[in-house]
């Protein structure tokens, strides 16, 4: 790619501190990216104000803007190809993206999210942890296709469940995990080391 930049998108709803560790990675010299555009559909997030703090483009996309889903999900893929970014990395984005939208940028769009997946899916999964009683939780690096959560995994992180873990214990472990795996999986991205067999992904020797 010579002297290119592999560029990002970053979407999300809240706090922000997967993007900010990727940011993190990135200024480090660590993760060989740039981080385009940050993209929010809640305008309060602090995430937005996350990437104002590093110098980077932040927006926010008012889902009652549009009359419909088909139409919110049109603006965002206009705003992401007028970037012309390599990847999109969902980091807190609380909206289900529609199939034009996953067609879009089919194969370029990666979510992280707080359980070993296929286990526990959707929302609250580190409650549904704890309910199921398993010993062991973790977060997974996917990449989005139609279904919630059911994309091709590409890494995971193991994290104990103890038994005085509680749902905001239990997150904040697993948080940390997600702020070491996401860089990496965007890095094995960024060197095009992974491969794609139905479900199964594969990484490609350095």
Same mark, same amino acid.
């Given at each position: 790619? +010579?002297? !290119?930049?592999?560029?990002?998108?970053?979407?999300?709803? =809240?706090? *922000?501190?997967?993007?900010?560790?990727?940011?993190?990675?990135?200024?480090?010299?660590?993760?060989?990216?740039? $981080?385009? $555009?940050?993209?929010?559909?809640? !305008?309060?997030?602090?995430?937005?104000?996350?990437?104002?703090? @590093?110098?980077?483009?932040? &927006?926010?996309?008012?889902?009652?803007?549009?009359? *419909?889903?088909?139409?919110?999900?049109?603006?965002?893929?206009?705003?992401?190809?007028?970037?012309?970014?390599?990847?999109?990395?969902?980091? %807190?984005?609380?909206? $289900?993206? +529609? !199939?034009?939208?996953?067609?879009?940028?089919? =194969?370029?769009?990666?979510?992280? &999210?707080?359980?070993?997946?296929?286990?526990?899916? +959707?929302? &609250?999964?580190?409650?549904?942890?704890?309910? @199921?009683?398993?010993?062991?939780? *973790?977060? #997974?690096? &996917?990449?989005?296709?139609? +279904?919630?959560?059911? %994309?091709?995994? $590409?890494?995971?992180?193991?994290?104990?469940?103890?038994?005085?873990?509680?749902?905001?214990?239990?997150?904040?472990?697993?948080?940390?995990?997600?702020?070491?795996?996401?860089?990496?999986?965007?890095?094995?991205?960024?060197?095009?080391?992974? #491969?794609?067999?139905?479900? !199964?992904? #594969?990484?490609?020797?350095?």
């Amino acid at each position: 790619m +010579g002297s !290119k930049k592999f560029k990002l998108a970053v979407l999300v709803s =809240g706090q *922000g501190t997967n993007l900010q560790a990727l940011i993190d990675q990135i200024e480090q010299e660590v993760l060989a990216a740039e $981080i385009s $555009i940050v993209i929010s559909n809640v !305008k309060e997030a602090f995430a937005l104000e996350r990437a104002k703090n @590093h110098g980077i483009k932040s &927006h926010f996309l008012d889902r009652k803007s549009y009359s *419909g889903k088909a139409e919110f999900d049109q603006a965002l893929i206009d705003l992401l190809q007028a970037e012309a970014v390599d990847l999109i990395c969902l980091a %807190g984005f609380m909206r $289900i993206l +529609g !199939k034009a939208f996953i067609n879009s940028f089919a =194969g370029k769009i990666i979510n992280i &999210h707080p359980s070993l997946l296929p286990a526990f899916p +959707g929302l &609250h999964p580190q409650r549904q942890a704890l309910e @199921h009683g398993v010993k062991f939780s *973790g977060c #997974t690096v &996917h990449f989005v296709d139609e +279904g919630v959560d059911s %994309g091709p995994i $590409i890494l995971q992180s193991v994290v104990p469940v103890y038994d005085s873990d509680d749902e905001e214990t239990l997150s904040r472990r697993i948080l940390e995990q997600e702020h070491d795996i996401y860089p990496r999986a965007v890095q094995l991205l960024v060197e095009d080391r992974l #491969t794609v067999s139905e479900r !199964k992904v #594969t990484q490609k020797k350095n």
